[in-house]
T-cell receptor
Framework: DVKVTQSSRYLVKRTGEKVFLECVQD?????MFWYRQDPGLGLRLIYF?????MKEKGDIPEGYSVSREKKERFSLILESASTNQTSMYLC????WGSGTLYNEQFFGPGTRLTVL | LAKTTQPISMDSYEGQEVNITCSHN???????ITWYQQFPSQGPRFIIQ???TKVTNEVASLFIPADRKSSTLSLPRVSLSDTAVYYC????????????FGTGTRLQVFP
């Protein structure tokens, strides 16, 4: 089974702190994603990476950056956390056209971040 | 970029069949239709995918009419454990970053 793990299930940080959210996948997937999920807004894509050291902005990249130094690891960085970044953060990974299942994304359990 | 429209919520009772319809009027030739399920406090998980006609697996069936402008996810004999949010996505293999989950359909199953 594909496994996507995230470094923390719950995290509480203060405004202005630098926050690192780590995601690791064990299936050698090329693609990795960071989403945030807020009530009434669904999942929104923050950043996407299709290869090591490659990154693409999603719909809401402002206030975030990412790092992908190794294929299995994708980090989301909040340079200076703000209260409006309080949210559930979900990491996902996928492979290019795995058999007949195109674009299937495998999600981690999520990190609920609270910024005070 | 194909946008999808689905009901915000649906209610059902245990043992009933549930059909959730998704509208995607501007679906492209290369696009597939994929449904995900999300339980509270978990990430979404893939349940079914199709291109046209009917697809069935051990969890659900997916019906896609000839014009492909809509699709229907069918859950046979739902149980309380099917209470979840269901997302309809439309996209192709090479534009992974263009998939939009939206707000999904919240299905509540009652005893």
């Amino acid at each position: 089974d594909v496994k996507v793990t995230q470094s923390s299930r719950y995290l509480v940080k203060r405004t202005g702190e630098k926050v690192f959210l780590e995601c690791v996948q064990d299936m050698d997937h090329e693609n990795m994603f960071w989403y945030r999920q807020d009530p009434g807004l669904g999942l929104r894509l923050i950043y996407f990476s299709y290869d090591v050291k490659m990154k693409e902005k999603g719909d809401i990249p402002e206030g975030y950056s990412v790092s992908r130094e190794k294929k299995e690891r994708f980090s989301l960085i909040l340079e200076s956390a703000s209260t409006n970044q309080t949210s559930m953060y979900l990491c996902a990974s996928s492979s290019w056209g795995s058999g007949t299942l195109y674009n299937e994304q495998f999600f981690g359990p999520g990190t609920r971040l609270t910024v005070l | 970029l194909a946008k999808t429209t689905q009901p915000i919520s649906m209610d059902s009772y245990e043992g009933q069949e549930v059909n959730i319809t998704c509208s995607h009027n501007n679906i492209a030739t290369n696009d597939y239709i994929t449904w995900y399920q999300q339980f509270p406090s978990q990430g979404p998980r893939f349940i079914i995918q199709g291109y046209k006609t009917k697809v069935t697996n051990e969890v659900a069936s997916l019906f896609i009419p000839a014009d492909r402008k809509s699709s229907t996810l069918s859950l046979p004999r739902v149980s309380l454990s099917d209470t979840a949010v269901y997302y309809c996505l439309v996209g192709d293999t090479y534009n992974t970053d263009k998939l939009i989950f939206g707000t999904g359909t919240r299905l509540q199953v009652f005893p």
